[in-house]
């Protein structure tokens, strides 16, 4: 049975950080690449960023570019997201997922407000 457990997120001011972690179970974790997707109030869900089965390849979209890292753990099953400089604009709820299966898990919501 799939699992992704998301945590980290919370109320955060703008600049602030925040760091989301991924429990991965049920599949064969290290042979899959992983992502942090988004859904905003209102809004589609969006990719956020991705990174290789291996740790080695990231790809980010353009407006977490130099903001976010993601980083992975094969041996705890485990994807990261760290996300620094927070803007209002990053306010949502945060999933990660297997890249190209539809697993997703109940996410975890992240508020950057005063």
């Known amino acids: 049975q799939v699992q992704l457990v998301e945590s980290g997120g919370g109320l955060v001011q703008p600049g602030g950080s925040l760091r989301l972690s991924c429990a991965a179970s049920g599949f064969s974790f290290s042979t899959y690449a992983m992502s942090w997707y988004r859904q905003a109030p209102g809004k589609e869900r969006e990719l956020v960023a991705l990174?290789?089965?291996?740790?080695?390849?990231?790809k980010y979209t353009d407006s977490m570019k130099g903001r976010f890292t993601i980083s992975r753990d094969n041996t705890k099953k485990m994807v990261y997201l760290q996300m620094n400089s927070l803007k209002a604009e990053d306010t949502a709820v945060y999933y990660c997922?297997?890249?190209?299966?539809?697993?997703w898990g109940k996410g975890t919501l992240v508020t950057v407000s005063s």
């Open positions: 997922n297997a890249e190209g299966m539809d697993w």
């Open positions: 990174i290789s089965s291996g740790g080695g390849s990231t």
